[in-house]
């Protein structure tokens, strides 16, 4: 059955729990404000508060009159999730355990450096694509993320570093590559995005957003029309065959199907180039000769390379390549013209590294516990 807008808010006013407008960006905020008759200025004014300021209680809404305080504390709510827990590593970096109910928790990662401050963001509790090299797909998939629980991690973050209503940020940077599979959350992902893009809530330009995705080729044509980002693609072989068992959704999108996808996104992309992640692997992707092909096939895309050194964690079946390994493999990237960067490992101390996103969880999935064996190309 289909409801409308006033029937969903009607329906919500007299629910047990009112609606949390962190869920909402500004259009669907104007809309709110227009279904208890109020003008649409007000959610201008609403999420100045709630994003700039980092306010929840109405009731410090100094420039709402008095009467609409009333009626919004009554009718309506602003509500983060929950802090589990707090950890700052030796190098700066600092991770908070978000408890999002019902026994599921998420992770999101602050990484600080001399120009910026990086905050890694999760879409979903758990992740169902499988990735091999991945700590959360461990976990099994258990659900999508609500919008308030995507940008509440960053509402959390500016708190908890002391960002200020003068529109000081510590955050200058987010990227979509915490837990979960953001485009297989398209809809909350998007909302929580336009918010960061929110002149009234957070400002940050495109080219400072960047959606890492393991590959959902219709999604990717979705986001270039819904909300450009920089777009960030885990690649992590140079072949269908490794990719297939790499990352698994490959089954579905083969290669050519995903940079074909690649291609048409930079129509409307923020930067000219996509960011290809490729996490290094001992003995499965590292060689000489796979770097080769890796340029072969992505010699029709403009992109950049970002190598990243596996990180470990229990009963994975992979270990990091070898620096001499990582650097034969860069070397040969950048000697065909290709621009390459090289991870620097942040927070493993606390399991805060790429890849490592709820390390210490038992396997949920229910697939038979193995290694997996592959063979270089």
């Known amino acids: 059955m289909n409801f409308n807008r006033a029937t969903f808010i009607h329906a919500e006013f007299h629910s047990a729990v009112t609606p949390n407008l962190l869920n909402y960006d500004a259009a669907q905020l104007t809309g709110f404000f227009a279904d208890i008759g109020e003008k649409p200025f007000r959610a201008k004014q609403l999420l ?52 999002v109910g019902n026994g599921n928790a998420v992770e999101s990662v602050f990484i600080p450096e001399a120009n910026r401050g990086t905050l890694c963001v999760s879409s979903q509790a758990g992740c169902a694509l499988d990735c091999k090299f991945c700590s959360t797909g461990k976990q099994g998939f258990n659900r999508n993320l609500t919008t308030a629980e995507i940008i509440g991690q960053l509402w959390i973050a500016n708190k908890a570093l002391g960002a200020t209503s003068k529109g000081e940020r510590v955050v200058s940077n987010v990227v979509m590559m915490g837990m979960g599979e953001p485009l297989a959350n398209f809809d909350n992902v998007v909302a929580a995005m336009r918010l960061m893009l929110d002149d009234n809530a957070y400002g940050l330009s495109r080219r400072r957003v960047t959606l890492s995705t393991s590959g959902i080729v219709p999604a990717i044509d979705r986001l270039r029309d819904a909300c450009p980002v920089a777009l960030a693609v885990s690649l992590h072989a140079p072949n269908d065959a490794l990719r297939d068992v790499l990352v698994p959704i490959n089954r579905k999108y083969p290669l050519a199907e995903l940079l074909a996808a690649c291609r048409r996104y930079l129509d409307k992309a923020p930067r000219d180039f996509i960011t290809f992640e490729y996490v290094m692997l001992d003995g499965v992707n590292d060689s000489v000769e796979q770097a080769r092909e890796l340029i072969a096939l992505v010699r029709d895309v403009p992109c950049k390379f970002n190598l990243i050194p596996f990180n470990p964690f229990p009963q994975s079946g992979f270990k990091r390549s070898p620096r001499e390994a990582i650097r034969r493999f860069a070397e040969t990237l950048l000697a065909a013209g290709l621009v390459v960067t090289t991870r620097k490992t942040r927070g493993d101390d606390i399991d805060a590294a790429c890849g490592q996103l709820a390390g210490k969880v038992d396997d949920k999935t229910r697939r038979t516990r193995r290694v997996v064996e592959i063979q270089p190309c």
Request: proline residues 2%; charged residues 30%.
């Open 48 to 99: 100045r508060w709630m994003h700039q300021c980092g306010e929840a209680d109405f009731s410090n809404m100094s420039d709402l009159a008095k009467s609409l305080r009333e009626k919004l504390a009554a009718c309506a709510r602003i509500e983060a999730p929950r802090i589990a827990s707090d950890a700052t590593a030796a190098d700066g970096t600092r991770k908070w355990l978000i408890d």
